[in-house]
């Protein structure tokens, strides 16, 4: 379900959305305070939502909260593991060469996020199983979680689902 979300266009996925503009408050000068520039974007198959309210642009900001939306689609929505689609299948492969070694801004960072998670939930929360499934250490596993504090959020309330204590962040 997630995989037709997040491969569809810019334009395919804003079609399935209610965009709200609005007046955002905060700094930002005279203009910001006489232009609805401010996007609110509701998934309605899905039911996520996002904003962006930082630019006085409407458009930046409606480009924003569609890449954010695709960012939440990783984060909360999970999908069987393991994968079932060839590109997932492509990505869980790619892991063990790079050992979750990848930025946030690398493009297959958010894919990766959401396979990650996916492992976790199918492996009930235990870090040593999902990091077998994913052919990393615990440590590597660990590692990529704690570096984006969504990712890691999202990792402790999956360990709470299933009653584990919640993660230490590593030092």
Request: hydrophobic share 35%; charged share 20%; glycine share 6%.
């Amino acid at each position: 379900m997630r995989s037709q979300w997040t491969n569809l266009s810019d334009q395919q996925l804003l079609a399935q959305c209610a965009v709200d503009t609005y007046r955002a408050s905060g700094p930002g000068g005279q203009k910001r305070n006489k232009t609805d520039s401010a996007v609110r974007l509701r998934h309605l198959p899905s039911g996520l939502q996002t904003i962006a309210e930082e630019s006085r642009s409407q458009h930046e900001n409606k480009h924003r909260a569609l890449k954010r939306l695709r960012q939440r689609f990783f984060l909360q929505l999970r999908e069987p593991f393991p994968p079932q689609d060839a590109e997932a299948v492509e990505l869980w492969q790619q892991i063990g060469q790079h050992r979750l070694k990848l930025g946030q801004r690398h493009p297959r960072y958010w894919p990766t996020v959401g396979l990650v998670l996916d492992a976790l939930a199918a492996h009930q929360g235990q870090l040593a199983a999902t990091a077998e499934a994913l052919r990393v250490s615990t440590g590597q596993l660990v590692r990529f979680l704690a570096s984006n504090d969504k990712v890691w959020q999202e990792a402790n309330q999956l360990r709470r689902q299933f009653h584990l204590h919640p993660l230490q962040t590593p030092c």
